[in-house]
Nanobody, 125 residues
């Protein structure tokens, strides 16, 4: 079973950078598309970025294009989200999620696919 674990969150000033990591505590996820989502209290979870199982395709929300970069190292069983030029509105809990469904951009089911527990990112102004 794939058990996703996020790390790398924290507090950063506006304009700064953070790199989030997503690893699997269980089986490897090199056959899974992985996506990052974020959520603020009392709002729905929003899509941020996704990467195909091979790393050959990526997809971003308009709000992060040009600032965030998703990448993966399947040898290390890790997906990264490099976040640059951070803004206070990027403050949220960030989740990684994975699916083997094969669709692109990937649809990740809240019920049947794999989700991590989240990591808090706070950007101060």
């Amino acid at each position: 079973q794939v058990q996703l674990v996020e790390s790398g969150g924290g507090l950063v000033q506006a304009g700064g950078s953070l790199r989030l990591s997503c690893t699997s505590a269980g089986r490897t996820f090199d056959s899974y598309a992985i996506a990052w989502f974020r959520q603020v209290p009392e709002k729905e979870r929003d899509f941020v970025a996704a990467i195909s199982w091979s790393g050959g395709s990526t997809y971003y929300a308009d709000s992060v294009k040009g600032r965030f970069t998703i990448s993966r190292d399947n040898a290390k069983n890790t997906v990264y989200l490099q976040m640059n030029s951070l803004k206070p509105e990027d403050t949220a809990v960030y989740y990684c999620a994975g699916t083997s469904s094969g669709s692109w951009p990937p649809y990740i089911s809240p019920e049947t696919d794999y989700w991590g527990q989240g990591t808090q990112v706070t950007v101060s102004s």
